[in-house]
Antibody, heavy 123, light 107 residues
């Protein structure tokens, strides 16, 4: 079964750091782009960033709101994706989702999502 | 950045109603548009990709249309399980942007 499972969320103070993980099963992570998407409480969906696939050298793209503070990486040996979040702000409070993206076959574009992990930034 | 304006932001409808949700892009995005359904406390579920291609397993009462700057999601006959929030997403360039969402509530 194709599945994504996020973890690592929690309560952190403003200015702090947190690393989220997303473990994939049922498919090879390095064959796909992978995105992070977040949703603040009571708000809509917001794209956070992307790591491209092996063919595109795993390069990354970020939303302006997180560029310079968040870093997306992956570990092929663990079939896992990560989101390192530094200099956290209260407005980063959200549920964070990882999702599979395939730009070469759009049938697999954001077709699988994890259940999300909650990040709360508060003093 | 290319903005996506989704309307209406909320609506009340009855079972059996035909529902239409619109997303307008501030620039031409070709057909690079996806529609999602989200229920409270759940992850988004993809309904349609490439503007009009139905995700396998999604009921045929859902349909999408449009290209360029104007896109439509139509539910031909609303069912009880369709009460949810719907989002469009454009992905022709970075940064990707979602529409603001349409909450479909029971009348």
């Amino acid at each position: 079964e194709v599945q994504l499972v996020e973890s690592g969320g929690g309560l952190v103070q403003p200015g702090g750091s947190l690393r989220l993980s997303c473990v994939a099963s049922g498919f090879i992570l390095s064959d796909h782009y992978m995105d992070w998407v977040r949703q603040a409480p009571g708000r809509g969906l917001e794209w956070v960033g992307r790591t491209k696939d092996k063919i595109d050298s795993y390069t990354t793209e970020y939303a302006a709101a997180v560029k310079g503070r968040f870093t997306i990486s992956r570990d092929a040996s663990k079939n896992s994706l990560y989101l390192q979040m530094n200099s956290l702000k209260t407005e980063d409070t959200a549920v964070y989702y990882c999702t599979r993206v395939n730009v070469r076959d759009l049938e697999y574009y954001m077709d699988v999502w994890g259940k999300g992990t909650t990040v709360t930034v508060s003093s | 950045d290319i903005q996506m304006t989704q309307s209406p932001s909320a609506m009340s409808a009855s079972v059996g109603d035909r529902v239409t949700i619109t997303c307008r892009a501030s620039q031409d995005i070709s057909s690079y548009l996806v529609w999602f359904q989200q229920k409270p406390g759940k992850a988004p579920k993809r309904l349609i990709y490439l503007s009009s291609t139905l995700q396998t397993g999604v009921p045929s009462r859902f349909s999408g249309s449009g290209s360029g700057t104007e896109f439509t999601l139509t539910i031909s006959s609303l069912q009880p399980e369709d009460f949810a929030t719907y989002y469009c997403l454009r992905h022709n360039s970075y940064p990707l942007t979602f529409g603001g969402g349409t909450k479909v509530e029971i009348k």
